[in-house]
């Protein structure tokens, strides 16, 4: 089977993802707040053009033969003061001197008011004559090819470009160095990260390696490991607990199977040595109809535990057990016993699996006809509660016997023909049901086994 996208690689991709989108809507917030800035200062949009303005003076600077720098106006920038007509613009070396080229008013009034500073801190003036209110001059310390001077510009024209050209310009280059770095060194970080914080869940993989069903109780310990993995852990560890649960369920019941199964099959074998014994046939017949109400007892509660039959059915027991009870009574009679029916007075509707409950009931009459006197009448009896009782006058349940007589493996002899057989598997069956079986004493002697079921 093919593994996906290792959750170390998942997590630095999603990171890289959100750096990116952090740096896109950075930029658009960036814009968003030039905006807000003019609007709330009462500027002029034109601010926003220093930028691009301030790149094609920078551009425009050469080196003469006299080695001094000046500023020759390139096409770009002739282009743009014959768009803004009005635009001044100067540059500053280090030593404040306007280099050769500068407007000539805009450098000498900066220079007389003292603004050129070689420092990153800009500036906004107003000159002379200029509405004071409006800045529509700015001066910032810019990279140029000639290193960094100090680059002033006055009523530069707002351009629609401008609002993000200080991404995409000098700066962009920078931006994206940074962003670089970040992504990296986060990316680096993000993976030891995630490696470091996963080893407890490889841990765990490596303890359940080592599992099998003989070790599944022993679960999956992961002290070590992060909150986050914890629920991991413990949904895991029910799982596992299920799984123990299921694996002693089917261990218990294959042991159930052929222990129910090996009292009868002895027994018939050991009147198969007496063939002509009286009462051969009748036993037999007896015999064979117990070995079939316990193999049905076992395949319906297989088909329980798979869920490949409904255990919710609406069931009429007034009904189930007469049909039940209608279908013993030839066999009641070969071996020499009644059967009495008698119902509840009203409609007794019970929770469950019709086969299920057909199966136990038979195989608890069929029980009472081993235990019950030749001649003796067994009687089942419906209830409301819902409850359905068989009644039968032999040996009886001794009261210390009367709840492991329920266990798996119990037999009050392996000699005996009594009422044990298949009582094990009923009780899986009826609990699965949502119901119960118990046993108690039927007055005057004998044994009364009693089947409540689930109304709802």
């Given amino acids: 089977m093919p593994r996906g996208l290792s959750l170390a690689r998942r997590v630095v991709f999603y990171l890289v993802l959100a750096q990116l989108f952090a740096f896109l809507v950075g930029a658009l917030v960036t814009a968003g707040l030039n905006f807000l800035q003019v609007a709330y200062f009462g500027w002029s949009l034109d601010e926003l053009a220093f930028d691009r303005t301030s790149a094609l003076v920078s551009a425009s600077l050469v080196r003469g033969d006299d080695s001094e720098l000046r500023v020759l106006p390139n096409e770009e920038l002739r282009r743009e003061t014959s768009r803004a007509p009005r635009l001044q613009f100067a540059v500053f070396a280090r030593d404040r001197k306007p280099l050769q080229g500068s407007s000539p008013e805009l450098a000498e009034l900066l220079a007389k008011a003292g603004l050129i500073s070689i420092s990153s801190i800009h500036s906004h003036f107003v000159l002379p004559g200029d509405d004071q209110m409006t800045p529509l001059g700015h001066l910032e310390l810019v990279r140029t090819p000639f290193g960094r001077l100090q680059i002033a510009t006055y009523r530069q024209k707002f351009r629609w ?7 995409i310009a000098d700066e962009f280059k920078w931006n994206i160095a940074y962003l670089f770095s970040v992504i990296v060194i986060s990316t680096g970080t993000a993976w030891f990260a995630v490696r470091r914080g996963l080893e407890p869940l490889r841990a765990t993989a490596r303890q359940m390696e080592t599992l099998d069903f003989d070790s599944l109780s022993d679960g999956v310990v992961a002290a070590d490991a992060p909150s986050e993995i914890q ?40 009147r198969l040595q007496n063939p002509l014994e009286p009462g051969f046939r009748r036993e037999m017949e007896r015999d064979a109809s117990q070995l079939q109400a316990i193999v049905d007892q076992i395949l319906i509660e297989a088909r329980l535990c798979e869920k490949q039959v409904c255990a919710n059915e609406d069931i009429d027991l007034n009904e189930l057990a ?8 030839p066999l009641a009679i070969k071996c020499g016993r009644n059967l009495e029916f008698e119902g509840a007075p009203t409609k007794a509707q019970a929770k469950g699996n019709r086969r299920a409950i057909e199966s136990v009931l038979a195989n608890i009459i069929d029980n009472a006809l081993r235990a019950e006197p030749e001649g003796g009448t067994i009687l089942t009896r419906v209830t409301m509660g819902p409850v359905v009782e068989v009644v039968d006058h032999g040996e009886g349940v001794a009261a210390a016997d009367r709840e492991i007589i329920f266990e798996p493996f119990w037999r009050k002899s392996e000699a005996s023909s009594g009422a044990g057989l298949g009582l094990a598997i009923a009780k899986e069956l009826m609990e699965r049901l949502g119901g119960r079986v118990w046993v108690e004493e039927t007055p005057g002697g004998g044994a009364t086994f009693k089947l409540r079921f689930a109304q709802e």
């Fill in 161 to 167: 470009d401008d609002i993000v050209f200080g991404f």
């Fill in 322 to 329: 007469w049909s039940v009870v209608a279908g013993r009574t």
């Fill in 231 to 270: 629920p991991f852990v413990e949904a895991i560890n029910a799982l596992l607990a299920r799984l123990d649960a299921s694996a002693r369920r089917m261990r218990r019941y294959t042991a159930n199977a052929a222990h129910e199964l090996r009292t009868p099959l002895a027994i018939l074998r050991a």
